[in-house]
Structure formats: structure tokens, C-alpha cells
């Protein structure tokens, strides 16, 4: 037992790591604790199984009289393509373990030392906040939060005529938003293509529909459609009184418009009628073109606290790496039906 986790556990007398915690008992304790994200639920152990076939392991401490004082959700990511991961948790911004700081260290350590057994090196423990683990955090993602007014009258006042005239742009095109879980077919058509003109392979639309079924409160879906053809959409998630904008996608073909300025803003005014108080960009890597968009918003940067114990990010496939570079060209050239049907088998085995 890693002296850490032997080190909490005698700190918090008859307390035990299990992995069995009934799942209303640990949402309860995710609901509850300060630096929780709607990414430490405990249904996304179904919604990983049921759409990409990983398993997640659910490690929760308990005290003596079997009361949760902390967790860690870790899913284990097994390619033949990229090998094999264990990370909190894939595919979104956050993760890690919540709970007192030597809780925090017991968990995290008591994760990296299971998937070692596992044969697993390579461990990714994603977070915004700082967390008390004994490895240094790696600073190389950011997002982009900034509050919200109580009307989106007072955020129009609070942009420069630039930023207003884009929005209204789609708007005075005849351009029209859309919210609500019956957008989801619109918002995969447009998310299919433009992972396609990226260059990177898509996830499986039943990824996206096993999220919605799971989390009916939390996943919000938007679009934008103009003449009845949807030409952007987004995916995210409520989470007390922040929502964070996880996947966003406009159609090439629709530029001129600005389809993605008015996503933006339908997002935002929907937020602010539900009484969201901050609005969280979702991560990008900084100075990109992706970071300079969400940052003409008003937002403040929040570097990304994500950890590397093992063999650290080297360990980790890297989009900037040669052979991902020549990928993406190749793959921008595939016919879109080819694109989407292989690209959900690739994408699974990324961390």
C-alpha cells in the first residue's frame, strides 16, 4: 500500500478505499463538495461502458461508519493504437479527486498504483483547481470563464460593436437558435462534419446520446439552422450555476454568417434565463485561434490543473506529434461517410 494512502487511512480512523459506494451516495457527496464538476457523477461509469466499452472504476473513501469523504473516478483506456491509459476522465476537461488534501493524495495515489497493476503507465488526472497530490501539475490547457449578468441586455452593453454585429449577423441572415435534447441528431450532423474538416476523428453519435439519457438535468444540446438546415451546434453542461460549453461546431460552407457567434450567444442567453452566474468557454490550448475566440467574449484565463504521475504527457498520444500532423492532412480528405464510420473506432482509444 502506497505510504500515502497507508497515511490518510490512519488519519481518518476505520476508513477504507472501496469501489462499491452506492451511486446516490456518491452523487450526493459530488453535489456537496466545493470542487466538484458534473465530470465526477457517478453515471458516467454507464455512459463510458455503454458507448465507448472502457471500464471506470469508482474509487471512493469511506470512513467507519461508511460515510464518503472523498473520490476519484478513473476509466481505463485500452487501443491497440495508442496503448493503454488511465485517466479522470477522458474525453472531458476535468476530473481528479475530491475531498480532504490527504484524501485527495490517498485516492490518486491508491488510482496510479491499480492501474500500474493493470499494466498501465501512462495516468492523466484532470482538474481546474490545484490539487494536493505529490506531482507537479502541467499547465498547458486553459479555459476561458467569465461571469454573467442577470439579462442578456446587460451583456450586450458589456460588448464592443464588433462583437455585437457578429452575433446579430446570423440573426439578420434569418438564421434561427434551438435548444433542447431533440437537437441532438442536427447537433451530430454539423459535429460529424466539422471533426471531419479538422482532420480529426469523430466520436460516436451514441456517445452523445448515452450522455442525454443519463444526465436529462446536466447535458443542455443547442443549434443554429438557417432555412431549416442546421449549420452549428453545441454540447454542454449545467452544473449548479456554471455551464460549461464542451463541443461547439459551425459549418465551413456558413462562415460568412457567423453561425458560431450566434451559437455562442443563444447558449449564453439560454444560460442567463435559467440564472447561470459564470460561463465557462471549455478548454483550448492558449494562444490558438480556438483561445483568441473565446477570449473576445470578456472571459479571465483558468489554466488547467492536469497531472502526469508515471511516466508523464510524453507518455500520452500528442496531436502535435509528427505522425498526427500527416493524420489530420490525410484524414481532412476522406469522404465524409468514410470519416464517420472509422472514426469512432479510433477515437475510443483515445485518452
Not at 454507464?46 to 472504476?57: E, F, I, L, P, Y
Not at 441572415?173 to 466539422?194: I, N
Request: net charge positive; with cysteine; glycine share 8%.
Amino acid at each position: 500500500m502506497p505510504a500515502a494512502v497507508s497515511a490518510a487511512l490512519s488519519a481518518t480512523p476505520g476508513a477504507t478505499i472501496r469501489t462499491d459506494t452506492d451511486p446516490s451516495a456518491w452523487d450526493a457527496f459530488v453535489h456537496a463538495s466545493p470542487d466538484s464538476s458534473y465530470v465526477h457523477l457517478s453515471g458516467w461509469r454507464d455512459v463510458m461502458s455503454r458507448a465507448m466499452g472502457h471500464v471506470t472504476h469508482r474509487y471512493a473513501m469511506v470512513d467507519a461508519h461508511g460515510a464518503i469523504v472523498g473520490v476519484l473516478p478513473v476509466t481505463h483506456v485500452r487501443s491497440a493504437l495508442f496503448g493503454k491509459h488511465a485517466v479522470s476522465m477522458p474525453f472531458l476537461n476535468y476530473g481528479g479527486a475530491l475531498g480532504a488534501p490527504a484524501v485527495q493524495r490517498a485516492l490518486a495515489e491508491h488510482a496510479v498504483a491499480e492501474a500500474q497493476r493493470a499494466g498501465i503507465s501512462s495516468i492523466l488526472l484532470r482538474g481546474r483547481a490545484p490539487q494536493a497530490l505529490p506531482w507537479d501539475p502541467t499547465l498547458l490547457k486553459l479555459t476561458v470563464m467569465r461571469p454573467l449578468p442577470a439579462t442578456p441586455e446587460l451583456l450586450l452593453k458589456e460588448f464592443d460593436a464588433k462583437l455585437r454585429s457578429q452575433v446579430k449577423r446570423a440573426l439578420k441572415e434569418g438564421a434561427t437558435v434551438h435548444h433542447g435534447p431533440d437537437e441532438l441528431p442536427a447537433f451530430y450532423e454539423v459535429f460529424r462534419r466539422h471533426m471531419r474538416d479538422l482532420g480529426t476523428p469523430v466520436m460516436p453519435r451514441r456517445f452523445f446520446e448515452e450522455i442525454v439519457r443519463t444526465f436529462p438535468v446536466e447535458a443542455r444540446v443547442t443549434t443554429v439552422r438557417h432555412e431549416g438546415v442546421p449549420i452549428a451546434g453545441g454540447f454542454g453542461f449545467r452544473w449548479h450555476d456554471e455551464f460549461e460549453i464542451t463541443w461547439a461546431s459551425s459549418l465551413i460552407a456558413y462562415k460568412k454568417m457567423s453561425p458560431n457567434m450566434l451559437l455562442y450567444w443563444g447558449v449564453m442567453e439560454q444560460c442567463m434565463a435559467e440564472g447561470v452566474q459564470r460561463f465557462d468557454f471549455g478548454r483550448s490550448n492558449p494562444d490558438s485561434g480556438t483561445h483568441k475566440f473565446k477570449k473576445q467574449w470578456g472571459g479571465d484565463d483558468v489554466p488547467l490543473h492536469w497531472y502526469y504521475p508515471g511516466r508523464g504527457s510524453a507518455a500520452l498520444p500528442q496531436k502535435e506529434q509528427g505522425a498526427f500532423a500527416l493524420a489530420t492532412k490525410l484524414w481532412k480528405r476522406l469522404p465524409l461517410g468514410v470519416a464517420s464510420a472509422l472514426g469512432p473506432h479510433i477515437v475510443r482509444g483515445v485518452p
